[in-house]
């Protein structure tokens, strides 16, 4: 082994020293790349968040709008079932999108899709783009909150109908 003294040991370790400066100086660029591409991720994750939350406002809105769209095409045409299919021709009032409020508490309501009144039925429409099982499932508490927020019918027979739909829904 050379001796600490000798220049050639010398000429080692100033090597040596020069190659771990480089190796500093790699490093710090490193982190500097480092903490660039943790800001750019931030800045897409942020960009990504609000791209997302935009897309669930808009699939809302379509949502919507498809529903809209079902009640639009089923709520006309309960007039013409009643008539046809259960031989009640006399309307007495046919309603879309009728919501009843609760007179101490506005906020608490209640909207049918549509309500058609013949002289002998009551037609109540719940009307559904993409129905879930757990909106079938809710179809009979629905039709009971419906005969206590509209007392009227009373002495109407309720026409409602739930078909149960398979799993794949």
Request: net charge negative; glycine share 2%.
């Amino acid at each position: 082994f050379p001796s600490h003294d000798s220049p050639e040991f010398k000429n080692e370790m100033s090597e040596f020293k020069n190659e771990m400066l480089g190796f500093k100086n790699e490093m710090s660029e490193f982190k500097n790349e480092m903490s660039e591409f943790k800001n750019e991720m931030s800045e897409f994750k942020n960009e990504m968040r609000a791209s997302t939350k935009d897309l669930h406002k808009k699939m809302g809105d379509l949502s919507r709008k498809l529903g809209t769209f079902v009640e639009d095409f089923a709520a006309p045409n309960l007039p013409r079932v009643a008539a046809e299919y259960f031989n009640e021709p006399n309307l007495v009032n046919h309603l879309v999108r009728w919501t009843r409020y609760n007179p101490s508490n506005r906020a608490d309501s209640f909207e049918a899709d549509a309500v058609t009144e013949t002289e002998n039925m009551v037609f109540f429409l719940e009307a559904k783009f993409s129905p879930r099982n757990n909106d079938i499932d809710e179809l009979p508490a629905r039709i009971e909150e419906f005969k206590q927020r509209f007392p009227e019918f009373k002495g109407k027979n309720l026409r409602s109908e739930e078909r149960r739909v398979g799993k794949e829904c």
